[in-house]
């Protein structure tokens, strides 16, 4: 009798022991199939910040031109940029700071005036309208003072005006300041700013 509950003893503690393996084999690969998860996602690169545009997101690892040919509401500009073959230009080292009209600025010149700008033969006109929007330098809307005039690529002054918070350039609204690009920095105007011949 004695001998048969040894053995049932002994029977009752081997099964325990199994289960409780296959609890700490189940436990260990849960922990581990949850650290490599965690693990992985320490691994995967950090999305870069930025600003959005146009639906897209503006970056600081890439030019103005590759930022503004990803904005939905920048196609125009970006079009006369090529138009005026100023895309490599505006790719370069800089720093610049470049003053980026929208697509609703060109759409409220008068009639027929930006199918007359992109002609071939207005090239030049188109050109100093563009480099009329850019200044040398790198100017975040935080060094704009009220009054400051900033001398454009074209040659000619742009003013500010600092009001309640809000900048102005030649009367025509930043509505998005500071879009860092690898080359400088870009500010959402709402109006397209035409130098006085």
């Known amino acids: 009798m004695k001998k048969i509950l040894f053995m049932a003893a002994t029977s009752a503690l081997f099964l325990t022991a199994c289960n409780s393996g296959e609890k700490t084999a189940e436990t260990t690969s849960t922990d581990t199939t949850k650290m490599m998860s965690t693990d992985t996602s320490k691994m995967m690169p950090a999305e870069e910040p930025g600003v959005m545009v146009g639906g897209s997101k503006m970056v600081a690892s890439k030019n103005i031109v590759e930022n503004a040919a990803g904005s939905a509401d920048h196609t125009t500009l970006v079009a006369a940029v090529k138009a005026a073959e100023l895309a490599e230009t505006l790719s370069g080292a800089g720093p ?58 074209q040659g000619k002054d742009l003013t500010v005006t600092v009001k309640d918070g809000k900048v102005m350039i030649n009367g025509a609204n930043v509505t998005i300041a500071d879009v860092v690009s690898s080359n400088g920095v870009t500010h959402v105007i709402d109006a397209v700013l035409m130098p006085k011949k």
């Open 96 to 153: 610049f700071t470049v003053f980026a009209p929208t697509n609703a600025a060109f759409g409220a010149l008068p009639a027929g005036a930006v199918d007359n700008l992109l002609k071939p033969e207005m090239k030049k006109d188109l050109t100093g309208v563009l480099t009329y929007h850019v200044v040398p330098g790198k100017l975040m809307a935080a060094d704009l003072k009220d009054g400051q005039k900033l001398k454009t690529v």
